[in-house]
Protein backbone atom coordinates (compact mmCIF):
# COMPACT_ATOMS: atom_id res chain seq x y z
CA UNK A 1 0.00 0.00 0.00
CA UNK A 2 1.63 3.27 -1.03
CA UNK A 3 1.14 6.64 0.77
CA UNK A 4 0.76 10.15 -1.14
CA UNK A 5 2.66 12.69 0.81
CA UNK A 6 3.16 16.25 -0.80
CA UNK A 7 6.38 16.88 -2.38
CA UNK A 8 9.60 17.86 -0.39
CA UNK A 9 11.47 21.13 -1.24
CA UNK A 10 14.96 20.49 -0.42
CA UNK A 11 17.23 23.67 -0.14
CA UNK A 12 20.92 23.17 0.32
CA UNK A 13 23.39 25.90 1.03
CA UNK A 14 26.88 25.64 1.45
CA UNK A 15 29.15 28.88 2.82
CA UNK A 16 32.66 29.18 4.32
CA UNK A 17 33.10 27.24 7.89
CA UNK A 18 33.28 30.39 9.52
CA UNK A 19 29.66 31.10 8.97
CA UNK A 20 28.11 27.81 9.37
CA UNK A 21 26.64 28.75 13.03
CA UNK A 22 25.67 32.11 10.93
CA UNK A 23 23.65 29.74 8.47
CA UNK A 24 22.24 27.32 10.97
CA UNK A 25 20.60 30.17 12.98
CA UNK A 26 19.36 31.59 9.47
CA UNK A 27 17.79 28.23 8.40
CA UNK A 28 16.65 28.10 11.82
CA UNK A 29 14.48 30.98 11.21
CA UNK A 30 13.38 30.47 7.84
CA UNK A 31 11.98 27.03 9.06
CA UNK A 32 9.92 28.60 11.85
CA UNK A 33 8.71 30.99 9.14
CA UNK A 34 7.67 28.77 7.01
CA UNK A 35 5.46 27.24 9.32
CA UNK A 36 3.25 30.12 9.45
CA UNK A 37 2.77 29.68 5.38
CA UNK A 38 -0.18 27.62 4.01
CA UNK A 39 0.66 24.52 2.63
CA UNK A 40 3.94 23.60 4.43
CA UNK A 41 3.27 20.80 7.04
CA UNK A 42 6.63 20.39 8.59
CA UNK A 43 10.32 22.01 7.92
CA UNK A 44 13.80 20.42 9.24
CA UNK A 45 17.30 21.79 8.84
CA UNK A 46 20.04 19.14 8.50
CA UNK A 47 23.73 19.12 8.97
CA UNK A 48 25.78 17.67 6.35
CA UNK A 49 27.90 14.85 7.51
CA UNK A 50 30.75 15.38 4.74
CA UNK A 51 31.78 19.06 5.62
CA UNK A 52 34.78 20.08 4.04
CA UNK A 53 37.50 22.03 6.46
CA UNK A 54 37.07 24.71 4.41
CA UNK A 55 33.17 24.62 3.67
CA UNK A 56 29.67 24.09 5.67
CA UNK A 57 26.88 22.47 4.05
CA UNK A 58 23.12 22.89 5.47
CA UNK A 59 20.21 21.60 4.32
CA UNK A 60 16.24 22.80 5.13
CA UNK A 61 13.76 20.50 4.05
CA UNK A 62 10.03 21.76 3.63
CA UNK A 63 7.42 19.23 3.30
CA UNK A 64 4.01 20.77 1.44
CA UNK A 65 0.76 19.88 1.83
CA UNK A 66 0.08 19.14 -1.79
CA UNK A 67 1.12 20.06 -5.46
CA UNK A 68 -1.33 22.92 -5.84
CA UNK A 69 0.01 24.00 -2.56
CA UNK A 70 3.65 23.02 -3.73
CA UNK A 71 3.36 25.16 -7.09
CA UNK A 72 2.47 28.17 -5.55
CA UNK A 73 5.02 28.02 -2.78
CA UNK A 74 7.41 27.52 -5.74
CA UNK A 75 6.90 30.81 -6.82
CA UNK A 76 6.25 32.99 -3.60
CA UNK A 77 8.36 31.61 -0.75
CA UNK A 78 10.79 29.13 -1.32
CA UNK A 79 11.72 31.74 -4.56
CA UNK A 80 11.93 34.57 -1.91
CA UNK A 81 13.88 32.28 0.55
CA UNK A 82 16.69 31.23 -2.19
CA UNK A 83 16.90 35.27 -3.56
CA UNK A 84 17.51 36.31 0.58
CA UNK A 85 20.15 33.37 0.62
CA UNK A 86 21.46 34.97 -1.69
CA UNK A 87 21.51 38.39 -0.78
CA UNK A 88 22.57 37.40 2.90
CA UNK A 89 25.31 35.09 2.02
CA UNK A 90 27.02 36.74 -1.09
CA UNK A 91 28.03 35.34 -4.45
CA UNK A 92 30.29 32.87 -2.21
CA UNK A 93 27.47 31.12 -1.39
CA UNK A 94 26.73 27.93 -2.89
CA UNK A 95 22.55 27.61 -3.39
CA UNK A 96 21.10 24.87 -5.38
CA UNK A 97 17.56 23.16 -4.73
CA UNK A 98 15.22 20.52 -5.69
CA UNK A 99 12.33 18.71 -5.64
CA UNK A 100 11.45 15.43 -3.83
CA UNK A 101 8.30 13.15 -4.38
CA UNK A 102 7.48 10.12 -2.77
CA UNK A 103 7.62 6.79 -5.35
CA UNK A 104 4.06 5.83 -5.56
CA UNK A 105 4.75 2.85 -8.28
CA UNK A 106 3.39 -0.19 -7.29
CA UNK A 107 5.30 -3.37 -6.55
CA UNK A 108 7.23 -4.66 -9.63
CA UNK A 109 4.55 -7.61 -11.32
CA UNK A 110 6.23 -11.26 -11.72
CA UNK A 111 8.50 -11.97 -14.60
CA UNK A 112 5.23 -13.34 -16.66
CA UNK A 113 3.50 -10.20 -16.63
CA UNK A 114 6.47 -7.85 -17.30
CA UNK A 115 7.32 -8.51 -21.20
CA UNK A 116 10.43 -6.55 -23.27
CA UNK A 117 9.69 -3.08 -24.63
CA UNK A 118 9.83 -3.37 -28.41
CA UNK A 119 11.66 -0.87 -29.07
CA UNK A 120 14.55 -1.14 -26.79
CA UNK A 121 14.37 -4.31 -24.79
CA UNK A 122 14.26 -2.86 -21.44
CA UNK A 123 11.80 -4.58 -19.27
CA UNK A 124 8.42 -3.20 -18.59
CA UNK A 125 6.97 -2.40 -15.26
CA UNK A 126 3.56 -0.46 -16.58
CA UNK A 127 1.92 1.13 -19.54
CA UNK A 128 5.22 2.77 -21.01
CA UNK A 129 8.50 1.99 -21.03
CA UNK A 130 10.43 3.55 -18.50
CA UNK A 131 13.37 3.75 -20.53
CA UNK A 132 12.33 4.99 -24.24
CA UNK A 133 8.60 5.80 -23.40
CA UNK A 134 7.35 3.90 -25.97
CA UNK A 135 3.47 2.65 -25.13
CA UNK A 136 3.72 -1.09 -24.03
CA UNK A 137 0.45 -2.13 -26.14
CA UNK A 138 1.54 -3.32 -29.52
CA UNK A 139 -1.98 -3.17 -31.73
CA UNK A 140 -2.90 -1.29 -34.05
CA UNK A 141 -4.79 1.72 -33.03
CA UNK A 142 -7.83 2.85 -34.72
CA UNK A 143 -7.82 5.79 -37.05
CA UNK A 144 -9.95 8.25 -34.58
CA UNK A 145 -7.11 7.51 -31.75
CA UNK A 146 -4.12 8.18 -34.56
CA UNK A 147 -5.88 11.60 -35.37
CA UNK A 148 -6.41 12.31 -31.49
CA UNK A 149 -2.23 11.03 -31.20
CA UNK A 150 -1.22 13.60 -33.56
CA UNK A 151 -3.49 16.99 -31.63
CA UNK A 152 -3.48 15.50 -28.66
CA UNK A 153 -0.84 18.42 -27.08
CA UNK A 154 -3.62 20.94 -28.64
CA UNK A 155 -6.31 19.42 -27.71
CA UNK A 156 -5.78 18.02 -23.89
CA UNK A 157 -6.05 20.65 -20.94
CA UNK A 158 -3.34 18.72 -19.18
CA UNK A 159 -1.11 18.51 -22.28
CA UNK A 160 2.63 19.72 -21.98
CA UNK A 161 2.22 22.37 -24.04
CA UNK A 162 -0.04 24.08 -21.97
CA UNK A 163 1.64 22.99 -19.06
CA UNK A 164 5.00 25.06 -20.69
CA UNK A 165 2.74 27.95 -22.26
CA UNK A 166 1.09 29.16 -19.08
CA UNK A 167 4.16 29.38 -17.12
CA UNK A 168 5.90 30.85 -19.59
CA UNK A 169 3.49 34.06 -20.34
CA UNK A 170 2.54 34.52 -16.48
CA UNK A 171 5.62 33.51 -14.59
CA UNK A 172 8.66 35.15 -15.68
CA UNK A 173 11.63 32.62 -15.26
CA UNK A 174 9.69 30.09 -14.08
CA UNK A 175 10.46 27.42 -16.78
CA UNK A 176 13.94 27.95 -16.93
CA UNK A 177 14.52 27.80 -13.24
CA UNK A 178 12.49 24.28 -13.20
CA UNK A 179 14.75 23.38 -16.03
CA UNK A 180 17.73 23.98 -14.35
CA UNK A 181 16.66 22.04 -11.14
CA UNK A 182 15.75 18.74 -13.13
CA UNK A 183 11.96 19.29 -13.64
CA UNK A 184 11.83 19.36 -16.93
CA UNK A 185 9.59 15.97 -18.12
CA UNK A 186 5.94 18.47 -17.40
CA UNK A 187 7.01 20.88 -19.94
CA UNK A 188 8.18 20.98 -23.66
CA UNK A 189 11.50 21.03 -24.62
CA UNK A 190 12.96 24.74 -25.08
CA UNK A 191 14.15 24.83 -28.15
CA UNK A 192 10.97 23.04 -29.22
CA UNK A 193 9.34 25.92 -27.67
CA UNK A 194 11.04 28.64 -29.48
CA UNK A 195 10.72 27.15 -32.87
CA UNK A 196 7.05 26.21 -32.45
CA UNK A 197 6.48 30.12 -31.15
CA UNK A 198 8.48 31.36 -34.13
CA UNK A 199 6.65 29.26 -36.60
CA UNK A 200 3.14 30.19 -35.26
CA UNK A 201 4.42 34.21 -34.88
CA UNK A 202 5.93 34.39 -38.71
CA UNK A 203 2.15 32.18 -39.96
CA UNK A 204 0.48 34.80 -37.97
CA UNK A 205 2.03 38.00 -38.79
CA UNK A 206 2.57 37.51 -42.70
CA UNK A 207 0.85 35.03 -43.75
CA UNK A 208 -2.27 36.42 -46.19
CA UNK A 209 -4.47 33.91 -47.74
CA UNK A 210 -5.92 36.37 -50.32
CA UNK A 211 -2.03 35.77 -51.71
CA UNK A 212 -0.85 32.18 -50.51
CA UNK A 213 -4.26 30.95 -51.09
CA UNK A 214 -5.71 32.91 -53.98
CA UNK A 215 -6.97 29.79 -55.90
CA UNK A 216 -9.77 29.72 -53.38
CA UNK A 217 -10.95 33.13 -53.47
CA UNK A 218 -12.99 34.67 -56.39
CA UNK A 219 -10.62 38.11 -58.46
CA UNK A 220 -12.15 41.18 -57.03
CA UNK A 221 -13.63 43.22 -59.58
CA UNK A 222 -11.57 45.51 -61.42
CA UNK A 223 -11.65 48.92 -60.07
CA UNK A 224 -13.22 51.82 -62.35
CA UNK A 225 -11.26 54.75 -63.46
CA UNK A 226 -12.60 57.04 -60.72
CA UNK A 227 -10.86 54.92 -57.95
CA UNK A 228 -7.68 54.15 -59.73
CA UNK A 229 -7.60 57.95 -59.95
CA UNK A 230 -8.67 58.77 -56.66
CA UNK A 231 -5.73 55.97 -54.81
CA UNK A 232 -3.46 57.54 -57.88
CA UNK A 233 -4.28 60.66 -55.65
CA UNK A 234 -4.17 59.42 -52.85
CA UNK A 235 -0.30 57.61 -53.41
CA UNK A 236 0.82 61.08 -54.52
CA UNK A 237 -0.06 62.83 -51.55
CA UNK A 238 1.34 60.24 -49.65
CA UNK A 239 4.94 60.18 -51.46
CA UNK A 240 4.97 63.66 -51.23
CA UNK A 241 4.29 64.09 -47.17
CA UNK A 242 7.38 61.14 -47.36
CA UNK A 243 9.78 63.57 -49.66
CA UNK A 244 8.81 66.78 -47.29
CA UNK A 245 9.64 64.54 -44.48
CA UNK A 246 13.09 63.58 -45.41
CA UNK A 247 13.98 66.75 -47.39
CA UNK A 248 13.10 68.60 -43.25
CA UNK A 249 15.26 66.49 -41.86
CA UNK A 250 18.30 67.48 -44.65
CA UNK A 251 18.33 63.65 -46.11
CA UNK A 252 17.13 64.31 -49.60
CA UNK A 253 18.99 67.28 -51.56
CA UNK A 254 16.94 69.63 -52.99
CA UNK A 255 13.23 70.67 -53.48
CA UNK A 256 10.79 68.07 -52.34
CA UNK A 257 7.53 70.21 -53.34
CA UNK A 258 6.14 70.04 -56.85
CA UNK A 259 5.48 74.15 -55.88
CA UNK A 260 9.18 74.90 -55.17
CA UNK A 261 9.30 74.37 -59.69
CA UNK A 262 8.52 76.20 -62.07
CA UNK A 263 5.19 75.57 -63.97
CA UNK A 264 5.69 72.93 -66.38
CA UNK A 265 8.75 71.71 -65.38
CA UNK A 266 9.75 68.18 -64.48
CA UNK A 267 9.91 67.59 -60.51
CA UNK A 268 13.01 65.15 -60.84
CA UNK A 269 16.33 66.74 -60.74
CA UNK A 270 17.37 65.91 -63.89
CA UNK A 271 21.51 64.63 -64.56
CA UNK A 272 23.26 67.07 -66.75
CA UNK A 273 25.27 63.94 -68.70
CA UNK A 274 22.78 61.48 -68.66
CA UNK A 275 19.67 63.30 -68.60
CA UNK A 276 17.88 61.04 -66.58
CA UNK A 277 16.18 61.41 -63.54
CA UNK A 278 18.18 61.78 -59.92
CA UNK A 279 17.28 61.14 -56.62
CA UNK A 280 20.12 62.24 -54.52
CA UNK A 281 20.16 60.79 -50.53
CA UNK A 282 22.30 62.15 -48.39
CA UNK A 283 22.76 58.91 -46.08
CA UNK A 284 22.66 56.11 -49.26
CA UNK A 285 23.48 55.69 -52.91
CA UNK A 286 23.02 57.62 -56.04
CA UNK A 287 20.67 55.85 -58.14
CA UNK A 288 20.43 57.41 -62.08
CA UNK A 289 17.29 55.84 -63.78
CA UNK A 290 17.26 56.78 -67.86
CA UNK A 291 14.21 58.17 -69.13
CA UNK A 292 14.42 56.27 -72.50
CA UNK A 293 15.79 53.19 -71.15
CA UNK A 294 14.66 52.90 -67.76
CA UNK A 295 17.91 51.19 -67.06
CA UNK A 296 19.87 52.29 -62.90
CA UNK A 297 22.80 53.98 -63.73
CA UNK A 298 25.39 53.67 -60.93
CA UNK A 299 29.03 55.56 -60.82
CA UNK A 300 32.19 54.37 -59.01
CA UNK A 301 31.66 57.35 -56.51
CA UNK A 302 28.56 55.63 -55.18
CA UNK A 303 30.77 53.06 -52.96
CA UNK A 304 33.66 55.50 -52.39
CA UNK A 305 32.58 55.72 -48.98
CA UNK A 306 31.46 52.38 -48.00
CA UNK A 307 33.57 49.70 -45.82
CA UNK A 308 36.41 48.12 -47.63
CA UNK A 309 34.71 44.46 -47.30
CA UNK A 310 31.61 45.51 -48.52
CA UNK A 311 33.07 47.64 -51.05
CA UNK A 312 34.66 44.69 -52.87
CA UNK A 313 31.17 43.02 -52.96
CA UNK A 314 29.09 46.48 -53.62
CA UNK A 315 30.59 46.87 -56.87
CA UNK A 316 29.21 49.63 -59.40
CA UNK A 317 28.14 46.90 -61.68
CA UNK A 318 25.73 44.44 -58.70
CA UNK A 319 24.53 47.82 -57.40
CA UNK A 320 23.50 48.56 -60.93
CA UNK A 321 21.86 44.95 -61.02
CA UNK A 322 20.40 45.45 -57.82
CA UNK A 323 18.66 48.63 -58.72
CA UNK A 324 16.87 47.30 -61.88
CA UNK A 325 16.12 44.27 -59.72
CA UNK A 326 14.18 46.16 -57.17
CA UNK A 327 13.10 48.73 -59.48
CA UNK A 328 11.34 45.18 -61.28
CA UNK A 329 8.98 44.43 -58.66
CA UNK A 330 9.24 47.49 -56.99
CA UNK A 331 10.87 45.78 -53.95
CA UNK A 332 8.76 43.01 -53.07
CA UNK A 333 11.50 40.32 -53.87
CA UNK A 334 13.72 41.99 -51.52
CA UNK A 335 11.39 42.18 -48.94
CA UNK A 336 10.31 38.90 -49.31
CA UNK A 337 14.07 37.37 -48.85
CA UNK A 338 14.55 39.83 -45.70
CA UNK A 339 11.93 38.35 -44.13
CA UNK A 340 13.33 35.07 -44.78
CA UNK A 341 16.59 35.91 -43.02
CA UNK A 342 15.01 37.53 -40.16
CA UNK A 343 14.42 33.95 -38.38
CA UNK A 344 17.78 33.18 -39.32
CA UNK A 345 18.97 36.55 -37.55
CA UNK A 346 16.38 35.77 -34.65
CA UNK A 347 18.68 32.59 -33.91
CA UNK A 348 22.49 33.87 -34.86
CA UNK A 349 21.15 36.62 -32.23
CA UNK A 350 20.39 33.82 -28.85
CA UNK A 351 23.80 33.41 -28.41
CA UNK A 352 24.88 36.57 -28.49
CA UNK A 353 22.90 37.62 -25.74
CA UNK A 354 23.30 34.84 -23.88
CA UNK A 355 27.37 35.87 -24.48
CA UNK A 356 25.98 39.19 -22.72
CA UNK A 357 24.81 37.42 -19.27
CA UNK A 358 27.46 35.65 -19.02
CA UNK A 359 29.34 38.58 -18.84
CA UNK A 360 27.21 40.82 -16.27
CA UNK A 361 26.99 37.29 -14.34
CA UNK A 362 30.61 36.70 -13.92
CA UNK A 363 30.37 35.09 -10.29
CA UNK A 364 26.85 33.43 -10.74
CA UNK A 365 28.82 29.93 -11.66
CA UNK A 366 26.79 29.27 -14.38
CA UNK A 367 27.55 27.38 -17.74
CA UNK A 368 27.00 29.08 -20.65
CA UNK A 369 24.90 27.30 -21.94
CA UNK A 370 22.63 27.97 -18.77
CA UNK A 371 22.38 31.21 -20.34
CA UNK A 372 21.86 30.28 -23.13
CA UNK A 373 18.49 28.63 -22.23
CA UNK A 374 17.40 31.63 -20.50
CA UNK A 375 17.36 33.59 -23.68
CA UNK A 376 15.81 30.83 -25.95
CA UNK A 377 13.01 31.15 -23.13
CA UNK A 378 12.48 34.77 -23.24
CA UNK A 379 12.58 34.63 -26.61
CA UNK A 380 9.64 32.19 -26.53
CA UNK A 381 7.91 34.33 -24.65
CA UNK A 382 8.55 37.38 -27.07
CA UNK A 383 7.02 35.53 -29.87
CA UNK A 384 4.18 34.13 -27.52
CA UNK A 385 3.38 37.90 -26.68
CA UNK A 386 3.55 39.37 -30.15
CA UNK A 387 1.44 36.22 -31.24
CA UNK A 388 -1.19 37.18 -28.03
CA UNK A 389 -0.87 41.27 -29.62
CA UNK A 390 -1.97 40.21 -33.26
CA UNK A 391 -4.74 38.07 -32.72
CA UNK A 392 -6.18 40.95 -30.20
CA UNK A 393 -6.00 43.90 -32.78
CA UNK A 394 -7.53 41.37 -35.51
CA UNK A 395 -10.34 40.10 -33.01
CA UNK A 396 -10.99 43.86 -31.86
CA UNK A 397 -11.29 45.36 -35.68
CA UNK A 398 -13.63 42.36 -36.17
CA UNK A 399 -15.90 43.31 -33.05
CA UNK A 400 -15.56 46.48 -33.90
CA UNK A 401 -14.42 47.14 -29.87
CA UNK A 402 -13.35 51.22 -28.90
CA UNK A 403 -9.98 51.90 -30.42
CA UNK A 404 -9.12 53.26 -26.85
CA UNK A 405 -9.25 50.57 -25.70
CA UNK A 406 -7.43 48.15 -28.20
CA UNK A 407 -4.76 50.60 -27.81
CA UNK A 408 -4.84 50.22 -24.59
CA UNK A 409 -4.51 46.67 -24.00
CA UNK A 410 -1.51 46.54 -26.81
CA UNK A 411 0.56 49.14 -25.03
CA UNK A 412 0.03 47.41 -21.80
CA UNK A 413 0.70 44.30 -23.37
CA UNK A 414 3.93 45.76 -24.73
CA UNK A 415 5.20 46.93 -21.32
CA UNK A 416 4.68 43.73 -20.14
CA UNK A 417 7.62 42.69 -21.95
CA UNK A 418 10.67 44.43 -20.24
CA UNK A 419 8.92 44.16 -17.06
CA UNK A 420 8.80 40.32 -17.52
CA UNK A 421 12.58 40.49 -18.49
CA UNK A 422 13.49 41.98 -15.05
CA UNK A 423 10.98 39.51 -13.19
CA UNK A 424 12.51 36.46 -15.03
CA UNK A 425 16.36 38.06 -14.47
CA UNK A 426 15.54 38.07 -10.67
CA UNK A 427 14.05 34.70 -10.36
CA UNK A 428 16.87 32.47 -11.94
CA UNK A 429 19.76 34.79 -11.26
CA UNK A 430 18.91 35.37 -7.68
CA UNK A 431 19.96 38.68 -7.21
CA UNK A 432 18.72 42.31 -5.32
CA UNK A 433 16.31 44.96 -6.93
CA UNK A 434 18.84 47.24 -7.74
CA UNK A 435 21.45 45.59 -8.92
CA UNK A 436 19.17 43.15 -11.23
CA UNK A 437 17.77 46.71 -12.65
CA UNK A 438 21.27 48.09 -13.41
CA UNK A 439 22.14 44.48 -15.56
CA UNK A 440 18.63 44.85 -16.63
CA UNK A 441 19.22 48.23 -18.60
CA UNK A 442 22.53 46.68 -19.64
CA UNK A 443 20.30 43.54 -20.89
CA UNK A 444 17.91 46.15 -22.75
CA UNK A 445 20.40 47.85 -24.13
CA UNK A 446 22.36 44.97 -26.04
CA UNK A 447 19.55 43.25 -27.18
CA UNK A 448 18.58 46.65 -29.24
CA UNK A 449 22.06 46.90 -30.52
CA UNK A 450 22.17 43.64 -31.52
CA UNK A 451 18.96 43.34 -33.02
CA UNK A 452 19.70 46.15 -35.10
CA UNK A 453 23.02 44.53 -35.83
CA UNK A 454 21.03 40.81 -37.17
CA UNK A 455 18.75 43.03 -38.55
CA UNK A 456 21.14 45.05 -40.80
CA UNK A 457 23.16 41.39 -41.65
CA UNK A 458 19.75 39.80 -42.62
CA UNK A 459 19.13 43.15 -44.96
CA UNK A 460 22.69 42.37 -46.15
CA UNK A 461 22.11 39.24 -47.37
CA UNK A 462 18.78 39.58 -49.15
CA UNK A 463 20.74 42.73 -50.94
CA UNK A 464 23.11 40.28 -52.11
CA UNK A 465 20.60 37.69 -53.22
CA UNK A 466 18.31 39.75 -54.87
Sequence with gaps: MTTHAGPLYELTISVEQERAAELEHWLDELAEKSLQKHG??????????????????????????????????????????????????????????????????????????????????????GQYCGNCGQRASS?????????????????????RLWRTLIPLLVRPGRLTR????????????????????????????????????????????EPTPEEIAEKAAE????????????????????????????????????????GGNKVNIN???????????GECLVDDDDVTDLPLWLKKRLTPERLERVCERIGADKGKTLIGLMLDNIPVALIVLLPLMALVLKILYPLSRRYFVEHLLFVIHYHAFFFLILILEILFARISALLSIPEAISVLVLVAASLYIPVYLYMAMRR?????????FIKHVALVISYSVGAALTMLGAFLFALFAV
Excluded at 93 to 111: H, N, Q, Y
Excluded at 139 to 152: N, Q, V
Excluded at 238 to 254: N, R, Y
Aim: charged content about 25%; proline content about 5%; hydrophobic content about 40%.
Design 283 to 293: AGFNFEIDDET
Design 40 to 125: IADAHVFICSSDAADGATRICQFQCTGDRAFNELLDGFFADAESSAAQEFGTAAKISSRTLREDDAPDLPAAIESPDCLNCGTRLR
Design 178 to 221: DYLEGRRARFMPPFRTYLVLSVIFFVVAFFDPRDDLSLLFEPEP
Design 235 to 274: AAAAKQEVLDELAQEGIIVGAANPQDHAEGEDNDEQDPET
Design 139 to 159: RLISLWELITEAFGDLLELDS
Design 428 to 436: VYGQGRILT
